[in-house]
């Protein structure tokens, strides 16, 4: 691998595709989240038992199907997009969803369980009642979107799928963590998986700190 500035390159790229996916799948996933929990009996079982079954997908066969779907033989091949950081961008979101809405569901269920009659008092709209959720329950939701960009920043088996591992253009730092040992540049592989524990422990310490304020507060009111 190249200098300092190649590897500037694959770690701005690792994050930037990395929140972005978590950012789309916080979009998506956060309002269904709480949507589930203003569902009742059954319905909302339902539910979260398939977005709790997605959790255990392994990630190398999001990687297959979105492979499949954006190959030049398969539907969404006309885009253009495999092997690019959009390609990994669209498995990253699908891999996050699952969690974000598990984890916002988590956030919103103890604000459902003690506000849920009043919400569905003052707030006859479905939307409106899980945007007041979600309002709610805020700090819970960014510990889902932290632990979320914490999985699809480390993911490697979809990434090296959908991405292709090429040199200045989706090369990220597992994947260039994965071809480095293999070429025996321990060097290089060291110093990009020096970082990328080193963003995971700041990810693991921010979800720490906003779980325990989010507890004080709860013990204070």
Avoid: K
């Avoid at 495999?82 to 103890?110: K, Y």
């Avoid at 939307?127 to 960009?149: D, K, P």
């Amino acid at each position: 691998m190249g200098d300092g500035r190649e590897i500037f390159g694959i770690v701005v790229l690792s994050v930037q595709v990395s929140l972005t996916a978590s950012l789309i799948g916080m979009a998506i996933g956060a309002p269904l989240g709480g949507w589930i929990c203003t569902l009742r009996g059954r319905a909302r079982r339902i539910w979260l038992a398939i977005f709790s079954a997605l959790l255990a997908v392994p990630t190398v066969v999001v990687g297959l199907i979105v492979y499949i779907l954006l190959s030049r033989s398969g539907p969404l091949g006309w885009l253009d997009i495999l092997f690019t950081p959009t390609a990994i961008v669209i498995a990253q979101v699908i891999i996050t969803l699952p969690v974000i809405t598990v984890f916002s569901h988590r956030a919103c269920a103890g604000q459902w369980a003690e506000h849920g009659d009043q919400i569905r008092l003052d707030i006859r709209a479905r939307w409106r009642q899980v945007s007041e959720l979600m309002r709610m329950a805020r700090a819970g939701l960014v510990t889902a979107f932290l632990v979320a960009f914490g999985r699809a920043i480390s993911e490697v088996g979809a990434v090296m799928i959908v991405g292709g591992n090429i040199r200045g253009s989706t090369r990220v730092m597992t994947t260039a963590i994965t071809l480095e040992t293999r070429q025996g540049n321990f060097n290089v592989a060291v110093a990009l998986g020096v970082i990328l524990v080193a963003i995971s422990f700041l990810v693991t310490v921010l979800t720490w700190w906003v779980t325990r304020e989010r507890g004080q507060r709860t013990n204070t009111a």
